[in-house]
């Protein structure tokens, strides 16, 4: 199995919405804040192209952005339809995509999204 990954950084603000009575430690991520979050995308397939390729960076990049774009400098919770933690950013990210290469080769295996040096969430769908 052959694998290629690109990342991609955008910049956006979030608040994360808690159930009631969970703890005050939470209360500093349901206030407004930012983050600049890094978007990795893995991209696998069994076979190369005829170039020796899985997929093309540049294409591969080029869909990414058109797709970050749309959450890049906006206020997340106003736009997504889902409280937006990094878990959830990531299984929109790898849906939407999964969408979009659903006739090809090759098919998104993982999504990794960080929101800070130390901090990610992954998704990908079970075997």
């Not at 005050?24 to 890094?38: A, T, Y």
């Not at 080029?62 to 299984?91: G, M, W």
């Not at 999964?98 to 040096?117: D, G, H, L, P, T």
Request: net charge positive; proline share 2%; glycine share 4%.
């Amino acid at each position: 199995m052959y694998k290629v990954r690109v990342k991609r950084i955008f910049s956006a603000a979030h608040n994360i919405c808690y159930e009631k009575g969970r703890g005050e430690s939470r209360k500093k991520c349901e206030g407004l804040h930012g983050h600049n979050w890094e978007v990795q995308v893995c991209v696998e397939s069994e076979e190369l192209n005829k170039e020796g390729m899985v997929i093309d960076f540049r294409y591969l990049k080029k869909q990414v952005e058109k797709l970050i774009k749309e959450l890049d400098h906006r206020y997340l919770n106003q736009i997504l339809p889902f409280n937006p933690t990094s878990e959830n950013i990531a299984r929109y990210i790898f849906q939407r995509l999964k969408e979009k290469f659903a006739r090809q080769r090759y098919r998104v295996s993982e999504v990794i999204v960080r929101e800070s040096k130390d901090t990610e969430a992954e998704y990908k769908e079970g075997e």
